[in-house]
T-cell receptor, first 109, second 115 residues
């Protein structure tokens, strides 16, 4: 089965820090996605990529950027973390069926 | 723009009972896909069931089945013979055709199965 690995399960950062969330998939899928999950809001798409070095903004890209230098790795970057970016971040890959990582719970203090 | 609404924030049932989770959506598209995903306490989101809008037959996967009413824009999930392992957040999601697999998600329903 597809494996999607997110580098950290829990992360605590300070306001203003630059934060990197890493995601690696082992199935050679072109599509990769970063979602943010907040209670009562479901999942909201931040960015997605359908090929190496390609990226598209999702619904809530403000305050985030992404990097996809290799097909298997898709990184989410918070250039200057703020408290309103405290959330669960989920990475996914796939086509008709999405495979998810276990999520990174990020707290920005 | 498409929206997905799950009107039940939380539900609980006894083990072995049948439970139905509701989902409605709004779209002007004719060709699309609908999904139910499950997120247990482990946080690993897992696909439960998938429905293509052009198919009239309701999708089933073992104890899980859907009631897809295209005209009413309704897509409910029925779990039969519920088990403790069904305890999870359940999310309904919509994807229009040729959208680069971008999903629109509902807010989720927390389902608790009691022993």
């Amino acid at each position: 089965d597809v494996k999607v690995t997110q580098s950290s399960r829990y992360l605590v950062k300070r306001t203003g820090e630059k934060v990197f969330l890493e995601c690696v998939q082992d199935m050679d899928h072109e599509n990769m996605f970063w979602y943010r999950q907040d209670p009562g809001l479901g999942l909201r798409l931040i960015y997605f990529s359908y090929d190496v070095k390609m990226k598209e903004k999702g619904d809530i890209p403000e305050g985030y950027s992404v990097s996809r230098e290799k097909k298997e790795r898709f990184s989410l970057i918070l250039e200057s973390a703020s408290t309103n970016q405290t959330s669960m971040y989920l990475c996914a890959t796939g086509f008709e069926k999405l495979f998810f990582g276990s999520g990174t719970q990020l707290s920005v203090l | 723009a498409q929206t997905v609404t799950q009107s039940q924030p939380e539900m609980s049932v006894q083990e072995a009972e049948t439970v139905t989770l509701s989902c409605t959506y709004d779209t002007s598209e004719n060709n699309y896909y609908l999904f139910w995903y499950k997120q247990p306490p482990s946080r690993q989101m897992i696909l439960v069931i998938r429905q293509e809008a052009y198919k009239q037959q309701n999708a089933t996967e073992n104890r899980f089945s859907v009631n897809f009413q295209k005209a009413a824009k309704s897509f409910s999930l029925k779990i039969s013979d519920s088990q403790l392992g069904d305890t999870a957040m359940y999310f309904c999601a919509f994807m229009k055709q040729y959208s680069n697999y971008q999903l629109i998600w509902g807010a989720g329903t927390k389902l608790i199965i009691k022993p």
